[in-house]
């Protein structure tokens, strides 16, 4: 070995052993119970009962399993610390978006989290989690770490399985032959799935507010999303092992560094805010340092490799379609060379379309080609805010004068006073 090879090999053992020791166990990344000695804010290591404990609201945690054995983990508040009323009927379903979870509806704080808004207004909130994020990975049969099979899903298996199994929980659990719906993003998509793909399911909503719905995703423009769009969508079908087919998961490099570097404050204000606005488009002063700080705790919240692929797939086709399997496989899946649409005709029941003129992951083009699809809408209704953003929804400080409003009107034009 000449001295020169001999440096490059050191040279690289020692990128390793920093790598080590910045991510690998017992790093400085490694959060524990000391954490918030750290300077990790406290939400941002609490889970959605401790998150909502934190700030006097009282949170159930439910145990959901798929007719496919995925067991996911759906919080209710009962009612919000601040209502002061009786608790309308029916209950209401919040659904969070692509790599989010249940604490994205909290992560803004009670003046601005969507789970405070809607508890405090008296409504029975229960927030769902969908297979693959934190709370959705485990399974009867399958282990995530060891069962590539676990990771085989998509949007379109959390529409028709997990979105009626939470439906039918809650239903059971309540008593209630009907239930309210709040979707953002993908939480909208998987609706727009589970009514195109399940009979007896659309029907037992009484009304559907959209948040930006990821149906169509023709004018989808976000800079990163366009780039890493066609890796996903090629490398998708060369994987083999669970380590490769699980992605963003909560503790995973990733959501370690975000996490790790977001939870100081001037970071926070810069490096993590433009990291956030490049992916998510501008609007100054909407999103709270503070939020910042948290939100990384809970995000990126895991998904699979296949779902970022679908969504890829979408975004190039410009088409609310099922998985591309290539040509000769989609003939023996679907009967098709191409794969078939969703049927956006069977979401016959109410629907609210709320979207932002500056949303550039589900762009404004995409939102009016979809409320020409639907049967029955009810109202689409461009936020008043020019800059609002996709990530607005859930974490700018404004959400109650901005989507609040709207949310509640419909929610409440469809439910009525009931005991408690
Ligand atoms: C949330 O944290 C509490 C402890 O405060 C724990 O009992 C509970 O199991 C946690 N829930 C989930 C889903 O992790
Ligand atoms: C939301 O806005 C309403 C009306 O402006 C106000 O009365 C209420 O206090 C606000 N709620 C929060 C949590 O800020
Ligand atoms: C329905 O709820 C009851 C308790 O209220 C429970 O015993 C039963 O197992 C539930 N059934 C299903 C299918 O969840
Ligand atoms: C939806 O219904 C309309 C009117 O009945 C029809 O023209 C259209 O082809 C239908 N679309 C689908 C996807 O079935």
Redesign the pocket.
Known sequence: MTSKSGDVIFLLYLLFAMFKSTFGKNSVFEIDKDATSKGYPRDSLSNFTEFARNYGYKAEEHTVITEDGYILSVFRIPKGK?CRGRIRQPPVLLMHGLLQSSDSWLDAG???GLA??IS?ACYDLWVGNVRGTYYGRRNVRLNPDTDAQFWNFDTHDMGKLDVPAIIDYMLNETGSSKLNYVGFSQGARIFYIMCSETSGYCDKIIVFINLAPAARLKYTSSMPILLVIPFFVLTEPLLSSPRELEVFQKGGVIQKAASFLCKDNILAGTVCRVGLTLYNSYDPGSILTQTIRVLFGHFPAGTSFRNLAFYGQNVVSGKFQKYDYGPSKNVEVYGTVQPPLYNLNRTNIPVVLIYGENDVLVDSKDVQWLSTQLPNLIESYQVRRLAWTHLDNCYSQYT??TI??KIHEYLQKYSKDGSV
């Open positions: 601040n009670p003046s601005a405070f808004l405090d109650n004068v609040f409003p």
